[in-house]
């Protein structure tokens, strides 16, 4: 149901064929060329220790909101 | 850049799709001084969408207490530099929605594992509901000065979110909200109303003074206005509102002329809050509570009952068109990771999932908002807690997939964009420590 459908030819319907739908948009427009992905980046060191950083200040930053929170709630 | 062969499966969305690049196609054939204007009518809208979104509800109601608080300073310009932040991150988002047809979380769980692109859906889905149920206090608020019952606005502003997306047409959803966004401009007669001083607000402008004492208020008013202006949504909304626009890398000078006249309406939107609001401050009025009904009622006396009137409906449009974008770019985020359709080409019955979203998170905010003794302060604390804390890791990966030559191709960031970007990201993370120093012992600013 939630998936893309095909029509005969849903491009005819607006006045436009499926090839010319086709010469409209550029291949990875499409939405069936939208199921490829691109594939994981292979990390540069420096990039490796920057997410671990990030690691860590995501930890710090639900710290930071939960002790936000419970001053709020003391008032 | 990747590229793919052409499949030839033909859906709806393309159809749809195709139907708007035949209308650039058409544009780009015709001769004389139309053709640029025609170009660009057919290529803006998510800039300036995302722009005007961005002065939602809140924003909106803290440059009016900026304005009441420290009347006409320093803080316009301000608001002005905060803009040109959010130009150069949002720029980032276009060029790559533009380049790759991607949204944000798609592309990060691609190039960056699953992990991170879960962490920061959790993100952005949470800080989004927050930042939704602030936007349903500010319409609650805004109609309520009209003595609209709380149940009928927060009602009314829903069935508004849910008609747009019964078009089951990206092209018709956005014109709808960009009609509907112009309305932001509300702000410019009211100021015009207060009759300021436009000697004081040229002088300011070109100045920067006077600048208020640096104290743990004026830190906090700064570190807003920064998080009120660079956002987790607006990058995700961007990139995705541009890929389901169908923008190609042809379209990329119209997306940054977009996105430049985005924030130069939303920065004059802004700063004509802090000018209306500014005659409260002349007179001695300083308000600290942001209520919207306060501000409207304060500036009465000033702008008469037109120009109050106004500005409790702008408070109203401000939060209605948020609402619409922060709900539509959690809708596509959430798509995006679990692979799901996630395109407002798409018929209801083909995107149900995306649609529920859509409407779904928005349901969720309007129903907090009604329930009764709920500890909204607590609330919108929170949001900005989340907002500008989360930011700069967004931004990080923004900035790594802006430079990532095999998704960008040509289109990678070039030397002056990386320099400016390290200068908006070293801003945003100082606007983040300033704001969680706060939070942990005030004392320390």
Redesign the interface.
């Known amino acids: 149901m939630d998936e893309p459908r095909a029509t005969e030819d849903p491009g005819k319907a607006a006045g436009l064929t499926s090839a010319q739908v086709l010469s409209l948009l550029e291949p990875d427009q499409l939405v069936s060329a939208k199921r490829h992905h691109f594939g994981r980046r292979t990390a540069v060191p420096w990039q490796t220790v920057a997410f671990w950083i990030l690691r860590v200040y995501w930890v710090a930053v639900l710290v930071v909101a939960v002790l936000a929170a419970m001053r709020a709630i003391k008032g | 850049m ?18 708007d ?2 209308s650039l ?1 058409r544009a780009y054939q015709t001769r004389g001084p139309r053709r640029w204007l025609w170009l660009l009518w057919l290529s803006i809208g998510p800039g300036i969408l995302v722009m005007l979104g961005e002065n939602d509800a809140p924003s909106m109601l803290s440059y009016a207490a900026t304005g009441s608080r420290f009347g006409i300073g320093f803080f316009l310009p301000f608001i002005a530099i905060t803009f040109v932040m959010a130009v150069v991150v949002q720029e980032m988002a276009m060029r790559i929605g533009a380049v ?3 949204g944000f979380s798609e ?1 990060m769980a ?4 699953g992990m ?1 692109g879960g ?1 920061l859906l959790t993100d952005l889905m949470f800080g989004n509901l927050l930042t939704l149920i602030t936007e349903f206090i500010g319409i609650r608020a805004g109609l309520g000065y009209f003595h609209v019952p709380p149940v009928v606005a927060v009602s009314a502003a829903i069935v508004v979110i849910g008609v747009a997306i019964t078009t089951g047409r990206y092209w018709t959803w956005e014109r709808l909200i960009m009609a509907l966004a112009v309305f932001n401009a509300v702000f410019v007669p009211i100021a015009i109303l207060a009759h300021p001083a436009w000697s004081q607000v040229a002088s300011a402008m070109v100045q920067f003074s006077p600048i208020p004492a640096w104290n743990t208020n004026t830190v906090l008013i700064l570190v807003a206005d920064i998080g009120a202006t660079v956002t987790p949504w607006m990058i995700f909304f961007q990139q995705a509102a541009v890929a389901d626009k ?1 923008l ?1 890398p042809a379209d990329i000078h119209r997306g940054r002329f977009d996105t430049v006249l985005g924030a130069v309406l939303a920065a004059a939107f802004g700063m004509a809050a802090v000018v209306a609001t500014s005659t409260l401050f002349s007179h001695g009025i300083s308000l600290h509570n942001y209520q919207t009904a306060n501000f409207a009622s304060a500036l009465r006396p000033f702008v008469g009952r037109i120009g109050a009137s106004l500005f409790a409906l702008g408070i109203v449009e401000a939060g209605l068109v948020a609402a619409i974008a922060i709900s539509t770019a959690s809708a596509y985020a959430f798509a995006e990771v679990r692979g ?2 996630r ?1 407002l080409n ?1 018929p209801l ?6 649609y529920l979203t859509l409407i779904g998170v928005a349901m969720v905010a309007g129903a907090v908002v009604l329930i009764p003794h709920i ?1 909204l ?2 609330v919108v ?2 949001v900005n ?2 907002a500008v ?2 930011t ?2 967004i931004f ?1 990966f923004l900035l ?1 997939l802006a430079n ?1 030559r ?2 960008m191709g040509e289109w990678v960031n070039r030397g002056w964009q990386n320099a400016a970007s390290v200068i908006v990201g070293a801003l945003i993370t100082l606007a983040g420590l300033l704001f ?1 120093v706060s ?2 012992d005030p004392r320390l600013i």
Do not use: N, Y
């Not at chain 2, 990747?2 to 139907?19: K, N, Y």
């Not at chain 2, 691609?110 to 594992?113: A, K, Q, S, T, V």
């Not at chain 2, 019955?349 to 995306?354: D, I, L, Q």
């Open positions: 990747r590229s793919t062969s052409a499949p030839g499966l033909v859906t709806h969305e393309d159809r749809d799709r195709a139907r690049r035949l196609r790759t047809h991607r592309l691609d190039r960056f594992g991170w962490l169908g190609t799901q359709s395109s798409r019955k083909e995107a149900w999932s995306f500890p302060e607590l604390l929170l807690v989340v804390l989360s700069p890791p990080l790594l990532d095999q998704v969680a939070v942990l």
